[in-house]
């Protein structure tokens, strides 16, 4: 069964704490990003990788960190400098091609407390 | 900075009608468009993309238009069903080649029974 999976799919946070997010995809997918969704906002770029160990900063990269140390795999870390954290944390993949189509997991709702 | 929008952010229709959501984009040097399906707590879902040098491509239920010279993107979906009730957003890869989507804010489609 092909696809992207996040966890956990809620997930809550003391003030002061850092939380990682998980993404696993087994689509063979070169590249992988994570975006962060506030109600009735479209999709905004924290990060973005195209290759193992290589990711770049999106829009709103600062108060997060990521790694890309396996192809299938790209954990997000909210950082305690993310002055406001509680969003929906959407990770998507794609095949570095001419169309780029980018598919997304399920989501994880972070709160914080 | 240019993004993509959108000019209606609800829109309410019968089950059995024909749906039309459109979408403005900014950058002309845009060369592929994504439309997604996002239901209530879930991720985006794929519906259907088109490039830059088509101005139609039709799926099952829907269809994309693409109109280069107004910069305009629709999405039409047939015969709308309870079913198809869910925010549509559109995306844009602004430059050929690898570059990441920017997304619109979103519409709420309504189908009422």
């Known amino acids: 069964d092909g696809g992207i999976t996040q966890s956990p799919k809620y997930l809550f946070r003391k003030e002061g704490q850092n939380v990682t997010l998980s993404c696993e995809q087994n689509?063979?997918?070169?590249?992988m990003y994570w975006y962060r969704q506030d109600p009735g906002q479209g999709l905004r770029l924290i990060y973005y990788?195209?290759?193992?160990?290589?990711?770049q900063k999106g829009d709103i990269a600062e108060g997060y960190s990521v790694s890309r140390e396996k192809k299938e795999s790209f954990p997000l870390t909210v950082t305690s400098a993310q002055k406001n954290p509680t969003a929906f944390y959407l990770c998507?993949?794609?095949?570095?091609?001419?169309?780029?189509?980018?598919?997304f997991g399920p989501g994880t709702r972070l709160t914080v407390l | 900075g240019e993004s993509v929008g959108l000019h209606l952010p609800t829109l309410s229709v019968q089950e059995g009608d024909n749906s039309i959501i459109n979408c403005a984009y900014s950058?002309?040097?845009?060369?592929?468009f994504i439309w997604y399906k996002q239901e209530s707590g879930k991720g985006p879902q794929f519906i259907i993309d088109?490039?830059?040098?088509?101005d139609k491509r039709q799926g099952q239920r829907v269809t994309v238009l693409l109109n280069k010279t107004v910069k305009h993107l629709s999405l039409q979906i047939a015969a709308t069903q309870p079913g198809d009730s869910a925010v549509y957003f559109c995306?844009?890869?602004?430059?050929?080649?690898?570059?990441?989507?920017?997304f619109g804010k979103g519409t709420m489609l309504l189908v009422s029974p």
């Open positions: 088109i490039r830059s040098n088509m």
């Open positions: 950058n002309s040097a845009s060369d592929y």
């Open positions: 995306a844009e890869r602004l430059n050929s080649g690898y570059s990441t989507l920017t």
């Open positions: 990788s195209q290759i193992v160990n290589d990711f």
């Open positions: 998507a993949s794609s095949a570095i091609s001419s169309t780029d189509t980018q598919y």
């Open positions: 689509l063979n997918h070169d590249a």
